[in-house]
């Protein structure tokens, strides 16, 4: 099937070789198709994951055996479906999201994927919400750190993504590429582009992490907290 969802998002491939790349990712989760033809009745569905990047969340958590995950963004729980297919009988991936009703929405989807015990879905602002994890979770005691939400937090979710994340453990920032405008200097009056630019370089910087850009959809940050 020609599933063209995504599109909007992703600069590096777009129309046919889209679609093609679309339709040479499995599914880690049957229902994950369900998510993305319900979300595509929302306006701003171009935030949608798309299909290899959810395949590409799902290795990266089976093949490090993560058993606790911490998302930032949810909308549909699109990609939050995709990690917890991966995860454990006693994994448990924590996803928070500012919008109430993508957060409902969310949680009716784990439910009716039958991965709800799996997945705590914590409704509220990622800056806020951040400082109550870190007060109830132990420093470096998650295996993986998925960053979805909005690029003006980038550095403070970056500060607690490396609290939080153990020796190995793995931090990813969706849209490194900033939807194809990283090197337009014209485009960062807006300011997002900008930041995202200074963010990935902070974090080529950062001794602490071996860090590259995949270039999946929209450029997938990808950095592993070094061991020890
Ligand atoms: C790109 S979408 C996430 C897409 C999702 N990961 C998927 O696979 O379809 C970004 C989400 O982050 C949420 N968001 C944006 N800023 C946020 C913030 N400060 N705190 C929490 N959620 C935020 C938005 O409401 C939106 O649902």
Known sequence: MNDTRGQIKSQLATGQLRSYI???AKDPHPFLATIRARSMEHKWNFMLTTRDQAAFLYTQVLTMRARKILELGSF???????????????????TVEHNPKFAAV??????????GHLVDVVTGEAPVVLPDIERTHAPQSFDMIFVDADKRHFDIYWDAAMRLSRPGGLIIFDNALARGEILDKSADAAGHVAAVRNFNARVLNDNRVFSYIATLADGMLVAINYPG
């Open 106 to 115: 969310t949680r009716i989807h784990m439910t009716e994927a039958g991965v």
């Open 22 to 24: 679309d339709d040479n």
């Open 76 to 94: 549909y729980g699109h990609s939050t479906l995709a990690i917890a297919a991966a995860l454990p009988p006693d994994g448990k991936l924590i």
